[in-house]
């Protein structure tokens, strides 16, 4: 559910006309509702109630600083995989030990950052990463909290690009190794191991890859306690998908995941921690833009977009598909043409849908891609040099922009010309 409904012929973000918004902030732009960050975050803390847990925002799915506020207003702790993400992290008022750090490629700095600013925990990746995070605890005379994630060779069955948990991948330790490296992690005297983490992939459409990956941490930890180690918290990672395709069926919700957990690991006595991301920001986000030509090829129609492959690169990085929808609401009964919807980047991949049928359309009119704001302002970029586009929120009948669309000035003061090159 989300709250981008049409309302006396137009659609809204709450109760705020999306046209209204275009005619201020100007289009293409992100739109956040507030309600339905709140919502899909509750659902995820509901469906582990009774359990001790925590709900670890995954925060490389959308990070401005007013989503990160919202969720950490409800209590949310954050999933951080850079220095930049626990920065913003604490900017959000979220506190060190409600942060957890995951990622491949933590640096030295990184990892002085979030040992002296507080964490809950290091998600440890690799022995390498192991030691350098123990040489740089003893340095600062501190003990870095850690779980290794362990790769359980689980196919996640999703996007090649977004799976993470087949022996191939480059994410964590194979399952088999993890006894003899828990073994080293415990003779580092700059470590303190609290427990297990594992993540299979991204935009999942089936419990069974999940409980297939949390019966195998379930006998890891029993083994790791059998060797002495204390394994008191899960990191469960996240990776529940959104149903982008209304026709599609959905996803499992947040309440048939949480009881699988509650039944393949409740009997632990472990504490349970989730880094959803997708399902709290996908469908509370959206993207609005101006048709800008209708344009009539051999043999199809051209609907071009004032928004590019810049602004969302999902379609062309994943072929992913968004539903696109006119935001003054089709008459019942209304012809749909259909279109090859693009943008205006110099690219033949700048293509948001092929053979796309919906309500015909003019120069002028607005259009809404749904489900976009999870990988959508965080994956772009300002390629042939186009200003990265503004982020609004709503809340009930109130907006406001949280990211403003930089100036042409703006962007090209970031450049700069050595003195060797001016005449």
């Given amino acids: 559910m989300d709250h981008f409904l049409y309302n006396n012929g137009e659609l809204h973000a709450e109760d705020v006309p999306l046209s209204a918004i275009a005619a201020e902030v100007g289009t293409p732009f992100y739109c956040y509702s507030t309600a339905t960050l709140e919502r899909h975050f509750r659902l995820f803390d509901e469906a582990l109630a009774g359990m001790e847990h925590l709900v670890c925002y995954a925060m490389k799915a959308a990070s401005n600083l007013a989503v990160l506020k919202v969720l950490a207003d409800l209590g949310a702790g954050m999933d951080v995989v850079s220095g930049g ?27 002085r950052m979030a040992l002296t600013g507080g964490i809950r925990q290091f998600n440890v990746e690799s022995e390498p990463e192991m030691e350098r995070l123990n040489a740089v605890a003893l340095e600062l005379g501190v003990k870095a909290p850690i779980t290794i994630r362990v790769n359980p060779d689980v196919d996640a069955k999703t996007h090649a690009k977004i799976a993470t948990g087949k022996s191939e991948n480059k994410f964590g330790i194979p399952i088999a190794k993890a006894r003899a490296v828990y073994a080293h992690a415990a003779s580092l005297k700059g470590l303190e191991i609290v427990g297990i983490d594992v993540h299979i992939g991204s935009q999942l459409t089936e419990l069974e890859p999940f409980r297939l990956a949390y019966e195998k941490v379930k006998e890891l930890t029993l083994l790791l306690r059998d060797d002495g180690h204390e394994i008191r918290r899960l990191d469960l990672g996240g990776g529940l998908g959104i149903p982008y395709e209304r026709s599609n069926t959905a996803p499992p919700l947040p309440t048939d995941y949480g009881a699988m957990v ?3 690991l409740g009997d632990l006595g472990c504490e349970i921690e989730i880094e959803p991301g997708r399902l709290i920001a996908g469908n509370a986000g959206v993207l609005v833009s101006d048709v800008v030509y209708v344009k009539q090829g051999e043999g199809r129609q051209f609907l071009i977009l004032d928004a590019a492959m810049n602004d969302l690169i999902r379609p062309a990085m994943y072929d992913a598909y968004h539903d696109i929808v006119p935001v003054v609401e089709p008459a019942a009964g209304a012809e749909p043409e259909v279109y090859d919807i693009v943008g205006p980047v110099c690219e033949s991949g700048d293509t948001f849908a092929k053979g796309r049928s919906m309500t015909a359309m003019r120069e002028g009119d607005l259009v809404a891609f749904r489900s976009a704001g999870a990988y959508g302002a965080v994956m772009a970029s300002e390629y042939n040099s186009r200003p990265l586009i503004p982020e609004v929120l709503v809340k009930g009948d109130q907006f406001a922009v949280i990211r403003a669309r930089p ?8 450049d700069s010309i050595p003195a060797w090159l001016q005449r």
């Fill in 407 to 414: 100036s042409l000035e703006d962007m090209l003061s970031r």
């Fill in 262 to 264: 509650r039944e393949v």
């Fill in 85 to 111: 993400e626990y920065a913003r992290a604490k900017a959000a008022g979220v506190p060190g030990n409600k942060i957890v750090f995951s990622g491949v490629g933590k640096t030295r700095d990184e990892m």
